[in-house]
């Protein structure tokens, strides 16, 4: 049978409620937290979602976010460097941050991807364990910072509908936090260094939490 057809086939007969987890809003005093989700599948399945998330005492600035553009691109190249080359049980994995939102300012790091279900928790320490060597070891150089300074300066000019979200953008931060924020203007990004970037990384793992969530087979 084909495995389209198996997947319908383990489909319930009724829809069932998804079953989910909602983090209350003062979660920075809570205790780091795990969930598990089970979901059926006819073949082994897990997509891992870490966030870290950093609320308390967080301002939203120029600064911090030009600093928060540069580490997501230098985590997202060292997941793809470090933790596929480590282990082939890893898929596909990505980095996205937010930062800025209301009600309250935060800065948050959603780190996903796929993997071995029966692997998940090594592999979620191996992420932690990697998040942490980049805060205190070498693996943030001015390299890469100048790399995406480049990659920046190639983009500089966006298309139409990417140039109207970005003045879009740049309203909303003037009437939220008094200033515009100029996706243009790259001398913010130029202003960050490797050791800035790694006292930022520090904060964020020594002030904030990490969550992290399973959806797995197994």
């Known amino acids: 049978m084909p495995s389209v ?15 989910h987890k909602v983090w209350p809003s003062d979660h920075y005093r809570t205790a ?3 969930f598990v989700g089970r979901m059926p599948n006819n073949t082994p399945y897990c997509q891992t979602i870490m966030y870290y998330t950093l609320e308390k005492g967080y301002r939203y600035t120029p600064e911090s976010h030009a600093h928060n553009q540069v580490l997501q691109n230098i985590i997202s190249t060292q997941l793809l460097n470090v933790l596929r080359v480590e282990h082939s049980d890893v898929y596909a ?9 209301l009600p309250v ?13 029966t692997q998940r928790e090594r592999i979620a320490k191996d992420v ?5 060597d980049m805060a205190h070891g070498d693996l943030i150089t001015q390299e890469l910072i100048d790399s995406y300074i480049k990659q920046r300066e190639r983009d500089k000019q966006p298309d139409g509908e990417k140039r109207r979200e970005q003045e879009i953008d ?9 200033f ?6 790259l001398s913010y990004i130029r202003s960050v260094t490797p050791a800035s970037l790694k006292a930022h990384l520090r904060r964020l793992l020594k002030k904030g939490n ?3 969530g399973y959806l797995t087979t197994e």
């Open 5 to 19: 057809l198996k997947y319908i086939a383990s489909l319930p007969s009724r829809m069932q409620p998804a079953r």
């Open 32 to 34: 780091d937290t795990t």
């Open 93 to 101: 994995p990505s980095c996205i941050l937010t930062d800025g939102l």
């Open 105 to 117: 300012s935060r800065m948050k790091f959603n780190i996903m991807f796929t993997c071995d279900p």
């Open 128 to 132: 932690d364990r990697l998040m942490h």
């Open 170 to 178: 740049a309203l909303i931060n003037r009437e939220l936090y008094g």
């Open 180 to 185: 515009a924020m100029d996706e243009s203007d």
């Open 210 to 212: 990490l969550h992290i």
